[in-house]
């Protein structure tokens, strides 16, 4: 049994050195620290918790990147169809239909409405 110095001494405290608080109070302070240390460890931004956002950030990021590879890839191949020496007709007529809005003498141009603009 532990006896402090306020207490007042029992049958199973005599004989023995009351146990001073100034003695506690170290070992309490580190144990605040490592336990303030641990949970800073476990929920911090640079602890556990923020890792596994990161984690996540790169997971989101890798998704995104193989995209724009695919994009990437799909223009280089367009830029491939209209270089100099791989010129095709029918892709060149396609693009100057779509981005010069050029139309034929015998074609008829067709507007597709959006019925929900009514």
């Known amino acids: 049994m532990i006896r402090f110095v306020t207490s007042r001494p029992s049958s ?31 929920q911090g931004e640079r602890g556990w918790r923020g890792w596994s956002d990161l984690k996540q950030q790169k997971a989101a990021l890798k998704n995104e990147l193989a995209l724009l590879e ?18 095709d007709l029918d892709f060149l007529d396609e693009r100057a239909r779509l981005v010069l809005g050029l139309v034929g003498r015998d074609e008829t141009i067709v507007f597709k409405t959006d019925p929900r603009l009514n």
Do not use: D, W, Y
């Open 12 to 42: 199973r405290t005599v004989g023995q050195e009351p146990l001073r608080l100034r003695r506690l109070v170290p070992s309490l302070l580190l144990l605040l620290a490592i336990g303030g240390l641990t949970m800073q460890a476990l």
């Open 70 to 87: 695919s994009e990437n890839a799909a223009l280089q191949q367009q830029i491939k169809l209209l270089g100099n020496h791989t010129l």
